[in-house]
Nanobody, 124 residues
Framework: QVQLVESGGGLVQARGSLRLSCAAS????????MAWFRQAPGKEREFVSY????????YYADSVKGRFTVSTDNAKNTLFLQMSSLTPEDTGVYYC?????????????????WGQGTQVTVSS
């Protein structure tokens, strides 16, 4: 069983930056896919970014492309999301997720392990 714990959220002004972390413990894997999703109040959970742990392929939602960067540490026990040029539309709870055999990595139901989420609030 894998446990995921996010950290790094907080309150930031528009055009500011934040770096989110997601620490994985338990049965971690060097293969699979890790992703970030977010959920704003009253909205559905939406895909933000993913990274394939084998090969390092990354992909971003159009809304964050060019502003956010997803990465992992060398041991692949921690997932990061570097966020810059933040806007109030980026406000929400950010979740990390881990899945194996993920065919559609932008779809939340593809992932079997989730963190508890970290709140990001961007003020205008």
């Amino acid at each position: 069983q894998v446990q995921l714990v996010e950290s790094g959220g907080g309150l930031v002004q528009a055009r500011g930056s934040l770096r989110l972390s997601c620490a994985a413990s338990g049965r971690t894997f060097n293969t699979g896919t890790m992703a970030w999703f977010r959920q704003a109040p009253g909205k559905e959970r939406e895909f933000v970014s993913y990274i394939r742990l084998s090969g390092g392929t990354t992909y971003y939602a159009d809304s964050v492309k060019g502003r956010f960067t997803v990465s992992t540490d060398n041991a692949k026990n921690t997932l990061f999301l570097q966020m810059s040029s933040l806007t109030p539309e980026d406000t929400g709870v950010y979740y990390c997720a881990l899945g194996r055999g993920v065919f559609s990595p932008t779809v939340a139901s593809e992932y079997h392990s989730w963190g508890q989420g970290t709140q990001v609030t961007v003020s205008s």
